[in-house]
């Protein structure tokens, strides 16, 4: 097994939890490898907020392929890095937010990602847990007490602002 990939963990309620990470195959450690901690950590679905050109190749081809291998419900929200989410994200998020909300009532354990595990990934970590009932300013405290780089770009503030 190559390094391991490092994640940060949110619990919530219900024995809920979301895992926030750098995205998988990145940080010294292989896709697959990546994969197989998050889903032995409880892992039963990954959210990934990165661009088709954010990794190289078939990056994120690859990255979907895997998922499916490993039996991991998998959702793309794209979003460009340290820009506020889109149209692209905005079509996908009500469908991908639904499943979300439902694992998590059942105590499931989410995969939520861009590239560097802070920006795009609080982004979508804060919007989850807001429509959970978490206030604006405690969502924001906890994903920033595991992830300081969260909430740092004026345009995710300005945007997760919207949905208190």
Known sequence: MSNAHPFWTLPLAGGAKLLLTPCPGTKG???QDSLMQLKDAGATAVLTALEMGDLPDEGLNQLA?????????WFHLPIEDDCAPGDEFNASWPQANKAAQVMLDNGEVLVVHCMGGSGRTG????????????????AIEQIQALRPGAFTRQ???DYIKQYK
Do not use: F, P, V, Y
Request: aromatic share 0%.
């Open 29 to 31: 450690a292989n896709l």
């Open 65 to 73: 392929e895997q998922c499916k291998a490993l039996e991991l419900k």
């Open 123 to 138: 982004l979508i970590a804060a919007r989850i847990m807001l429509d959970r009932g978490i206030g604006l300013d405690s």
């Open 155 to 157: 345009a995710h503030i």
